[in-house]
T-cell receptor, first 120, second 112 residues
Framework: GAVVSQHPSRVICKSGTSVKIECRSL??????MFWYRQFPKQSLMLMAT?????????EQGVEKDKFLINHASLTLSTLTVTSAHPEDSSFYIC????????????????FGPGTRLTVL | DAKTTQPNSMESNEEEPVHLPCNHS???????IHWYRQLPSQGPEYVIH???SNVNNRMASLAIAEDRKSSTLILHRATLRDAAVYYC?????????????FGKGITLSVRP
């Protein structure tokens, strides 16, 4: 259980175009999803927290108008990179938060396989 | 945010146990200890988490010090597929507060 998918797994686009990445929780509902970015040989950096039915919360330094997040259902969040430029080339990873429902159990993030974005 | 400290790397032999240490001296009472691992070009994979007591699952065991200032992830028999970057992360327990801050992690190499 607790499977998260991302689509596409790899995308190459021209500078100035927009790219949409989908993140789906396949076997559980997720009120909260997270979007991360990872540059080569670096660790994951949280970009934003996506909440179903409300606006996303962006981390400091992340442009909300450039990275549009829509969490339209309990199983789908999308990240749109608008007017992409070569410096946006990166590995984008989402996670979905599985809620235990128990008072003494932590909620757990399950991650997607990632999307490799290359902007030419 | 409470921080963790891990060695940069560790080597192990296949089929031998591996103990991956993590220090978190500033851990607060509400912080859970999470372990994830990441293989090259893949998203992180959940390994295990705990609060105070030692935890076991099919992948690994988590031994937590009594004062909670350190913990150890134990892989009982390392395989080549266990070679990955392992992240020890502190996080709150619920909802949007569950966001995780990834450090550099420890790179585990497994020798055949």
């Amino acid at each position: 259980g607790a499977v998260v998918s991302q689509h596409p797994s790899r995308v190459i686009c021209k500078s100035g175009t927009s790219v949409k990445i989908e993140c789906r929780s396949l076997d559980f509902q997720a009120t909260t999803m997270f979007w991360y970015r990872q540059f080569p040989k670096q660790s994951l950096m949280l970009m934003a927290t996506s909440n179903e039915g409300s606006k996303a919360t962006y981390e400091q330094g992340v442009e909300k108008d450039k990275f549009l997040i829509n969490h339209a259902s309990l199983t789908l969040s999308t990240l749109t990179v608008t007017s992409a430029h070569p410096e946006d080339s990166s590995f984008y990873i989402c996670s979905a938060l599985w809620t235990s429902g128990g008072a003494w159990e932590a909620d757990t993030q399950y991650f997607g396989p990632g999307t490799r974005l290359t902007v030419l | 945010d409470a921080k963790t400290t891990q060695p940069n790397s560790m080597e192990s032999n296949e089929e031998e146990p591996v103990h991956l240490p993590c220090n978190h001296s500033t851990i607060s009472g509400t912080d859970y200890i999470h372990w994830y691992r990441q293989l090259p070009s893949q998203g992180p994979e959940y390994v295990i988490h705990g609060l105070t007591s030692n935890v076991n699952n099919r992948m690994a065991s988590l031994a937590i010090a009594e004062d909670r200032k350190s913990s150890t992830l134990i892989l009982h028999r390392a395989t080549l597929r266990d070679a990955a970057v392992y992240y020890c992360i502190l996080g709150l327990d619920t909802g949007a507060n569950s966001k995780l801050t990834f450090g550099k992690g420890i790179t585990l190499s497994v020798r055949p």
